[in-house]
């Protein structure tokens, strides 16, 4: 019996070592994953993607940028959406309804969202779970202050509204390019080398 239980020993040792290794370095963070949207939770509010009356870019083809936070696990994720779509992350639900961001020509550059934000949860022990909306209005990117997702858990910001404006538009490659009509221009020829001076015979000798 002693022999067998310092072989038995011996073998459990490299795999007990190894298991403590393992735990030294931070455990891996779970992916956010998207899940199934409910139905019936996220109503349609606030402006209407089909506004006909926007500059630039159509609002229906924007695309927003949104930073998702939870606060529990510290992870957070990009989200990019199009006006009317919406997201669910675990148990909140982002639904983007319009974004904007000021001309080039105005002096002060701003961008933001109307968004709003649902979370599966139960405001106190003596309520089921259920969803909640926790925020909807404009969110900016230049001025978080202005207004906010105030949630214990969960946080969602504006990174950028991509979009662009009358006269945005990349100009066209016309240096190299010449103007429709306009006459070719015929390519000058290389100028002929001087011929040689010719060298004067030599004299009879004196």
């Not at 630039?56 to 696990?73: E, F, Q, S």
């Not at 983007?96 to 001309?103: F, G």
């Not at 006269?167 to 016309?174: K, L, Q, R």
Request: with cysteine.
């Amino acid at each position: 019996m002693g022999v067998r239980s310092v072989r038995a020993g011996a073998w459990l040792l490299p795999l007990v070592i190894g298991l403590a290794g393992c735990n030294n370095g931070e455990p891996p963070k779970p992916k956010p994953v998207e899940t199934e949207i409910p139905k019936g939770v996220v109503q349609n509010s606030g402006p209407t993607v089909e506004s006909g009356k926007a500059l630039g870019t159509p609002m229906k083809d924007r695309v927003a940028t949104l930073g998702l936070l939870n606060k529990r696990n510290n992870i957070s994720q990009d989200l990019k959406m199009k006006p009317g779509e919406v997201r669910r992350i675990g148990n909140v639900l982002v639904r983007l309804q319009a974004c904007e961001k000021t001309a080039p020509w105005e002096p002060d550059p701003e961008e933001g969202a109307f968004v709003q934000v649902w979370v599966y949860e139960r405001p106190n022990v003596n309520t089921a779970l259920a969803w909640h909306k926790v925020f909807s209005g404009w969110l900016f990117k230049n001025s978080p202050s202005v207004n906010v997702v105030e949630h214990p858990v969960y946080d969602v910001w504006v990174k950028s509204c991509a979009m662009s404006f009358p006269g945005e538009e990349a100009p066209a490659a016309t240096s190299s390019a010449k103007p429709s009509g306009s006459p070719t221009a015929a390519p000058a020829r290389p100028r002929a080398a001087p011929a040689p001076a010719e060298s004067a015979a030599p004299g009879p000798a004196a």
